[in-house]
């Protein structure tokens, strides 16, 4: 049975960078920059990162950020799992060294029943809670 390369599974469209998804939500308010970086209690020039989608969110970020948006730190860290992983996973040094083939899950018991559950649990339940969280968003300074 041949082999199919892990990185052949993948979506090729980036899911979106969570700055991209901050920086939307700020546009809909009218807050300088230095004010939201100092409500997040982060510098200027880590926020300006961020924003540029030049590096991701730690978990305590994620935090900051709901508590600044009202959107729960799950989801920020679930936007920014999608992001840092599709990122790895297509650049194509590291695509390489990955040897592992799908059909090592062809004998797992139950790995239809697994995978739709985890779909339909995780991945819905994700996208519906951000799309309702995003339609009664706040912006609340943390201090």
Not at 27 to 54: H, Q, W
Not at 74 to 85: E, L, S, Y
Request: proline share 5%; glycine share 6%; aromatic share 12%.
């Amino acid at each position: 049975m041949e082999k199919v390369p892990l990185s052949v599974v993948f979506i090729s469209e980036a899911p979106p960078h969570p700055g991209k998804v901050f920086k939307e939500f700020i546009s809909r308010i009218n807050f300088p920059a230095n004010y939201i970086a100092d409500c997040l209690g982060v510098t200027r020039t880590s926020f300006y990162e961020f924003m540029n989608c030049k590096s991701g969110i730690s978990p305590e970020m994620a935090l900051r950020l709901a508590k600044v948006t009202g959107i729960d730190a799950r989801i920020w860290w679930k936007i920014n799992c999608d992001w840092q992983f599709w990122a790895s996973i297509t650049k194509s040094s590291q695509t390489e060294r990955i040897k592992v083939g799908i059909q090592n899950l062809e004998d797992f018991p139950g790995k239809e029943a697994l995978i739709g559950e985890i779909e339909s649990n995780a991945m819905k339940k994700n996208i519906n809670n951000f799309k309702a969280l995003w339609a009664g968003n706040s912006f609340d300074c943390i201090k």
